[in-house]
């Protein structure tokens, strides 16, 4: 059974520091993984998905990192501001289709 | 940019009537999934509808539950008899093929309040 974990469960921090969320999985035949981000009481929007033949993904001031050997991916964001202040999840598919998320990271960045 | 709709965004109901949540998925997607999170826990996957018919569900998606695609544009979710314990935030989400190269989005969410 696929569990995934996100740590650290909060993060408080300045804007402008680079930040790394971290993401972890039980099983490490997965298809891709995925990073959404989540605005209180808002659907989940898509950031990045990352194939599971790639080591890293970006899009503006995110990256994420994929190893699936050790079960891992991290979301890096650059010189963070208060508008990233989110919580963000990362989701994996069992097959295809079905996904399985994480418990969030729950950021905020303070002006 | 075609995104995903989901109405209404707040639905407020007493336990035991039925209620329907509509969805209209990104217009050329061939994959729909409904999904929930009851506040303070993860998003949970429901089910998923394939070619007019559920090709996977979860334990949760118990005889009370059921979905339909009535026409070509909207995908609903059907509780019968709702319970307190169906509180939650349901979000439908689409995806062009069943692939691993395709993202899956999400919509908006309809927050169902059971009382």
């Known amino acids: 059974k696929q569990e995934v974990t996100q740590i650290p469960a909060a993060l408080s921090v300045p804007e402008g520091e680079n930040l790394v969320l971290n993401c972890s999985f039980t099983?490490?035949?997965?298809?891709?993984l995925q990073w959404f981000r989540q605005d209180p009481g808002k659907g989940l929007t898509s950031l990045l998905l990352?194939?599971?033949?790639?080591r890293e993904q970006t899009s503006g001031r995110l990256n994420a990192s994929l190893d699936k050997s050790s079960g891992r991916s991290t979301l890096y964001i650059a010189a963070s501001q208060p508008g990233d202040s989110a919580t963000y999840l990362c989701?994996?598919?069992?097959?295809?289709?079905?996904?399985?998320f994480g418990t969030g990271t729950r950021l905020l960045v303070s002006p | 940019e075609p995104e995903v709709t989901q109405t209404p965004s707040h639905q407020v109901t007493q336990m035991g009537q039925e209620v329907i949540l509509r969805c209209v998925p990104i217009s050329n997607h061939l994959y729909f999934y409904w999904y929930r999170q009851i506040l303070g826990q993860k998003v949970e996957f429901l089910v998923s509808?394939?070619?007019?018919?559920?090709?996977?569900k979860s334990e949760i998606f118990d005889d009370q539950f059921s979905v339909e695609r009535p026409d070509g544009s909207n995908f609903t979710l059907k509780i019968r008899s709702t319970k307190l314990e169906d509180s939650a935030m349901y979000f439908c989400a689409s995806q062009r093929e069943g692939v691993s190269t395709d993202t899956q989005y999400f919509g908006p969410g309809t927050r169902l309040t059971v009382l």
């Open positions: 989701a994996v598919p069992r097959g295809f289709q079905k996904l399985v």
């Open positions: 509808f394939y070619n007019n018919e559920i090709s996977e």
């Open positions: 990352i194939q599971s033949s790639q």
């Open positions: 099983d490490s035949a997965i298809y891709n």
